[in-house]
């Protein structure tokens, strides 16, 4: 039997936020959290490396878990304006994203990159948030299905399962720009993705693993996105960034 899979909402600020408005948008959620007590869904913020130690301080001992958006493959060394995997660990890190689109887009990132970035991750004891998604000419060609499941095979870590690699399914061209595949696309694209990490996992470790749909994402369409079949959470990126909307899209999802 697969365990149940928690649903996870991950807030990606992108480069966005200095100290004092971090720490607000950190401390808002925070007493949200408490409130609730324990909430259905797990938080998790990922904050610009300058932010994590300050976000982390302020969600202490409230449940909500800090993730990096990125990490080296490397533990230590020669490596200038690089974070390790460790380092982000050692800052309060449980979560760490890999392979964004926009890395992929920004710093030429591929997926065997994104591989050894993801088993740097679980090495220092983080969970890796691995995305993957098709471009706009991909869906038109028709590719998306193949597409994920190629990025799937190829960057997905050696020791994956579902206590340590969550997989967030992002189309490209749903990222910001206020248009996103419709409820039934996103299910089908998640069963595929599930059924390929059942290909290589088993049928069990699969049905463990949560698969994040993340593309703009808003209080207004999370409901209907978020609760699919086999959609167990959000990766938000804009709408993270204010705390009413970001907690009212994981009420959404439970
Ligand atoms: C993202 O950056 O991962 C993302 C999904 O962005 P947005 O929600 O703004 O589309």
Sequence with gaps: MPAPRRPLIAGNWKMNGLGAEAEALATDLARRTWAVGAPAFELVLCPPFTLVARVAAAVAGSGIAVG??????????????????????????????????????????????????????????????????????????GRTLATVAGQLDASLPVGAGAANTVVAYEPVWAIGSGLTPSAEEIQEVHAHIRGELAKRLGTDEAGGIRILYGGSVKPENAAALLTLADVDGGLIGGASLDAGGFWSIAESCV
């Design 68 to 141: 990096g958006q990125d990490c080296h493959t490397e533990e230590k060394g020669a490596h200038t304006g690089d974070v390790s995997a460790a380092m982000l660990a050692d800052l309060g890190c449980s979560f760490v994203i890999v392979g964004h689109s926009e890395r992929r887009a920004d710093h030429g990132e591929d997926d065997t990159l994104v591989k050894a970035k993801a088993e740097a991750a679980l090495a220092a004891g983080l969970r890796a948030i691995v995305c993957i998604g098709e471009t706009e000419a991909e869906r038109h060609g």
